[in-house]
């Protein structure tokens, strides 16, 4: 097999409802979204690792749950250190020594080795986990060295190249060259901007961060040589803040959420034709989907304009319930994976790792991508009888677990929400109070989660939670189990 290249674009909070081709009663249009889908494989079970962006991020690039690595909740914050272990294989790391060129453009978010003007690491002067308003965190910003290298970061993960702004609302508000800021940020946020305080450059546009990216990424599309390349394109959007180019406003029937989503849908559409223009269309695995679910506004939505970005799923961002975790997912990958075709078996963004090694004849070692499962089977092959995973962990902000294992998905808490549901929402889908200490679904008949069976099926309870132990214990090889 002729080693492809790679383009792996990652949107920011998008929902499974968004996109046309997977919402029929969209209020968005998404044409590019829907041609890529007709152009390649629709996954309808595919799952971020995390119902949030840092850890989903971790595990895209490691293969690992990112709870296995010192981050066992919640996102990382400005100033924090480099979150993936400097001997620790990525994607990048993996094609790299497969003669790839490897790129990464746009939203870091796993950290970076920030020096303070005394040398000190800046991370030794937060309480890691304190959040991004912290006093300690806010009273760092005057006192970062920007004219040192930023190791930990994509360069030092199996990167040739990288170009972004780490994390849009977090500070420095500035661009990202390889291992240095472009230019140090030299005045403070104004607080009519949205975004956590710090310093920034002067004249930064939220507005323009995603347009920025995508030219980045065009060119490096444009400027690819005979070696096949690999490009990781986490986008800002449509994270907050929701900041739409005047030309997509009023585009959608969602609000300005709805306007920016169309952006993501047109960001798409840019790297198409790009790769149209090189003539890599036939020759490139093209992939996109989400880090988790919709935000809180989400709610909103539906109550105003009728559009749902969880779609029938329950819950958003932040919860372990389907909502947060279950992610749009099209993959094109021309002469390989069939045109127009529909995967039902369940994928985890993690398993890009093992994808790329099979894909490309490598080997991975033990204990690298020890969470990863390849899914080139299931490109190849959409429609077969058996998955290539024997069973799943979800994992929320606040440290919930769940584990799905075909139908069956068991959360080990009393409620899947990290989120409080709106009365009105739970009202109009059903959804009533229950005293059980857990959640157990059968996923083939309740897709949006109504029913509790924990009480009724201790079984079921018994042997899922027995695995799930097993497999936060590292008891369980996700490669060599098969659904």
Known sequence: MNKPNIVFILADDMGYGDAGCYNPESKIPTPNLDRLAAQGVRFTDAHAPSSVCTPSRYAVLTGRYCWRSRLKGGVLWQWESALVEPDRLTVAGLL?????????????????????????????????????????????????????????????????????????????????????????????????????????????????????????????????????????????????????????????????YGDYVCEVDWCVGRIMEALERRGLADDTLLIFTSDNGPERPAYDRIRQFGHASS??????????????????????????APAGAECSHTVMLGDLLATCAEMTGARLASGEGEDSVSMLPLLRRPDRERGVRACT?????????????????????????????PDWYREERGYTP???????????????ERTNLHGERPEVVAELSQLLEQVKAGGVDARAAQA
């Open 96 to 256: 790299r020594r497969q003669g790839y060129r490897t790129h990464c453009v746009g939203k870091w978010h796993l950290g970076w080795n920030w020096t303070l003007d005394d040398g000190s690491p800046a991370a030794d002067h937060v309480e890691f986990g304190s959040r991004g308003n912290d006093p300690a965190r806010l009273a760092l910003d005057g006192r970062i060295d920007y004219g040192r290298p930023v190791t930990g970061g994509p360069v030092d993960c199996g990167f040739d190249t990288y170009f972004g702004d780490d994390v849009p609302n977090f500070p420095p508000y500035t661009w990202f060259e390889d291992d240095r800021v472009v230019e140090a940020p030299s005045v403070p946020k104004p607080e009519v901007m949205f975004g956590t305080p710090g310093p920034m450059v002067p004249g930064w546009s939220l507005e323009r961060v995603m347009p920025t990216l995508i030219r980045r990424a065009e060119r490096v599309i444009e400027e690819a040589g005979e070696e096949p390349f690999f490009l990781y394109m986490p986008l800002t959007a449509p994270h907050t803040p929701i900041v739409p180019l005047d030309e997509f406003r009023g585009m959608s029937r969602a609000g300005e």
């Open 311 to 336: 779609a029938r799923l329950r819950g958003i961002k932040r919860d372990v319930w389907e909502g947060g975790h279950r992610v749009p997912f099209l993959a094109r990958w021309p002469g390989v």
């Open 393 to 421: 962990v979800h994992h929320s902000m606040n440290r919930r677990f769940a584990i799905r294992r075909g139908d069956w998905v068991f959360i080990d808490a009393p409620t899947g929400g990290d989120v409080r549901e």
């Open 434 to 448: 229950h005293e059980q200490p857990g959640e157990l679904f059968d996923l083939s008949s309740d897709i949006g």
